[in-house]
C-alpha cells in the first residue's frame, strides 16, 4: 500500500521519517510504500538462505556477508528491501553508522515470491535489479515449486529455472550444493 502524503518526500526525508509505528517502508519517487508482514514460512525461508550461505561464506573464506531484510538497495528513485542479500565486507564497512542503504549493487539478491506480490518479485524487481547492475538475483518460487537463478549477462538477466533435485548453480558461489528439494525440506 503506498502512502501519499500531501508533498512528495525527499530522499533524505525518508532516512528520518517516523511515524510512531512499527511499520516498515520501502521509498518510491517520493512516496511512501507500505511493506506488509511476512508469514512464518516466508520468515523460515528467509533464515534458511542466510545460515545456509553464511556457512558458505565462512566455509569458501569469501569477503561477504548476509543481511535478511534489513539493508535496503537505493535503485535511483526507490529503495527495495530484498528477504536476503550478499554484500562485500567493503560494502558493510562503507556503511559505516549510516543508514543501511547500499548506492550500489551488491553481489546477491533473494526474493522469496509472495503469492500477494507475484509480478513485484517476478517482473518489477528483476528489470530494476538488471538496470542497477545487481550481478545475480535468485527468485524461489515455493508456491510454482522453482528456484530461479538469474544472472546479469550484457545489462539483463539470463534466467536458469531449477526444481525438485536440480543441483543449483551460482556464479556467486560456485562451490556450493543446494536444490530446490533441500530449500523446501528444510522448513
Known amino acids: 500500500m503506498t ?8 530522499f533524505e526525508e525518508y ?62 528513485k526507490r529503495t527495495r528491501r530484498p528477504d536476503v542479500l550478499v554484500m562485500t565486507l567493503a560494502q558493510k564497512k562503507s556503511l559505516g553508522n549510516q543508514p543501511d542503504i547500499l548506492h550500489e549493487p551488491c553481489l ?40 530461479s537463478v538469474l544472472s546479469l549477462v550484457n545489462g539483463s538477466y539470463i534466467e536458469k529455472v531449477y526444481r525438485e533435485a536440480d543441483l543449483i548453480a551460482s556464479d556467486i558461489f560456485p562451490s556450493f550444493s543446494l536444490s530446490m528439494n533441500q530449500v523446501m525440506a528444510s522448513i
Open 15 to 76: 532516512l528520518t521519517y517516523e511515524d510512531g509505528s512499527d511499520l516498515r517502508y520501502e521509498f518510491n519517487d517520493g512516496e511512501l510504500v507500505e511493506m506488509t508482514p511476512t508469514t512464518v514460512f516466508h520468515n523460515d525461508l528467509m533464515m534458511f538462505f542466510a545460515f545456509f550461505l553464511q556457512s558458505e561464506i565462512n566455509h569458501s573464506n569469501h569477503p561477504y556477508c548476509v543481511r535478511v531484510n534489513s539493508t535496503q538497495i537505493f535503485t535511483g
Open 108 to 147: 546477491l539478491v533473494i526474493e522469496i515470491v509472495s503469492p500477494t506480490c507475484r509480478s513485484v518479485d517476478t517482473v518489477e524487481k528483476r528489470k530494476e535489479y538488471a538496470q542497477f547492475g545487481i550481478p545475480e538475483y535468485w527468485i524461489v518460487d515455493f508456491l510454482m515449486g522453482t528456484f
Open 3 to 10: 502512502v501519499t502524503t500531501a508533498k512528495k518526500m525527499t
